[in-house]
């Protein structure tokens, strides 16, 4: 029997529970990590109702780079595909001035998701099959006043999954790169977040679903982020630094 | 934030909360002094609206438990229609009652006590729900069942979320064979025929009319009359059967824009409903369940065709006796006031359980307005021609009714005086306030 499992990390946030919705209703096997897994016991029945009907939750913390190990060795079967949501937007102007916070971001946003990507990914190589998503961010593309600290880690997790990706092209693995770009979620709510700009959750997880299925490599949820990315980055420093975006 | 109903006025600056799952919807309710329980804003009015707090339940949304041999689900209160309808239609399971939107919560759904084109003869939603959990003004959380504490739950269904929280609900669904409709369209030349449609069809589970408001004379009342049923396996073509409750895809539009507030007009509306009445073929024909019982959630934020002031929706319900005679004196109102109502639905109710549950037997007819002030003064009048003839208005319509009118309508009735005592009870403080409780004075 194919092994077509799906192991969310960071299952709890907006983005988790909508990712594991979508794969409940494609009928997919889950595993659902995260920290205090027992308030997913809810979730566990919504989603067994959905379409995955073994669908179970594991205690999983991403800055615990000591866990790692024992964490896939208690999964028993590796799984055909990893998503990785952990992040920590964090608050930028608090990240500027008080170190802890800042080092807080860039380890939730790059070293415990990169780490434990790597590790699974070798497991993978070893099998010589397997996806890996891994959701990181536009602001990742280019660093700027408003939020470079989370950007800079963000940034640090996209080349490390681009890496991955051409270690592992011809190993069987494919690794999947997410920018979401806005997300409306209950993290975000109350912002005053561009409508156009703004994907739901849902939208999101389609998304990682279709991407699964074609076989794409980076890809952004919404499209116009490319292009509004790229005028970003094509900006002259000179000019750039004078900006407030 | 600015929040709003689905008919965009009133909008009003609100504390917007949200709450995933019991403990945190409690956490809510002893942290605020005031409150209002919110679903997907589908209500058209205030009635979950207050500045002070409006706690949306859309976080808690998910499904707990389903029985396959009754047809039972347990679900959060904050859990939407269209998501039950995607889960469950392919397993040969639709919900009991439906209103006209699908991207309403199983809370709304049983604040409003809403009903679908089958009240006749299937009652209301409030009617399927065996049990609810309710989170109270003083903390409690109480089962409401026919069983425990039935007076609260009977209060509840109806009750336009001021009895508490609705945290997770249980009702049966009905088993069905496909996912398709037979649609049988006739037409009703008049007011008279269009009622007389109604009561021979009342053996159909489901029956509504698109009455045309701009009609008058002896076409008073013209109609679009259509019934319908449950498609059986044996109904459909051959080489459909196999996948009979497979849900067809449908890219919903979009309306991308507010309209200016001219495209609507009585001459534009008078087209439209020449087009639609003509184009109306009589006849049967197969359709999905989504455009027999959701033909408007094709176009997503179809509100907006009204412009940045918003409408109002005006629903009324008369009792069987008084129908004819208050219905004809209010289309001749609307004609009066030179008023062309857009989409206007007309439909027979069974008789009704409930507290504060809108049906009754008899006639109820939904009206869209622009919000606009010459339109205010004209629905003051509807409202004296309803409590005149014994009816009452649809409060999850409401965005303008005065409390002595509410009172009127209740009048011969302790339903109002029941509710106030079971509230001042629960409620002293009255926590569970909305703007719309506020200005009816519940």
Redesign the interface.
Known sequence: MRNDGVLILGAASDVGRAVARAYA?AGRPLILAARDAARLD??L??LK???SPDARAVEFDALDLGAIQPFLDGLGELPAVAVCVVGLPGDQLRSQVDLGAAELVMRSNYVGPALILAALANRMEALGSGTIVGVSSVAGERGRASNYVYGSAKAGFTQFLSGLRNRLARKGVRVITVKPGFIDT?MT??MKLPPLLTAQAQEVARAILAAEAKGRDVIYVRPIWRWIMAAIRLLPESLFKRTKL | MILAGWGRHPRVECRLLSARGESEVRAAVAREAQLIPRGNGRAYGDSALNPAATLSLLPSDRLIAFDAATGRLTCEAGTLLAEILEVFVPRGWFPPVTPGTKFVTVGGMIAADVHGKNHHGAGSFGDYVESLDLALADGRVVRCSAHENPELLEATRGGMGLTGAILRASFKMNPIETATMRQETLRAANLDAAMALFEESRAWTHSVAWIDCLSRGSALGRSIFFRGEHARLDELPADERASALALKPRTPHRVPLDFPSFVLNRWSVAAFNELFYRRSAPGTELIDYDKFFYPLDALLEWNRIYGRAGFVQYQCVLPKEASRVGLGAILERIHAAGEGPFLSVLKLFGRQRGLLSFPMEGYTLALDFHARPKVFALLDALDEIVADHGGRLYLAKDARLSGATMRRFYKGSDALERFAGLRARLDPARKFASLQSQRLEL
Request: charged share 35%; glycine share 18%.
């Open positions: 209703a809810t979730d029945a919504d109702l959905r379409g209950r709510a109350g």
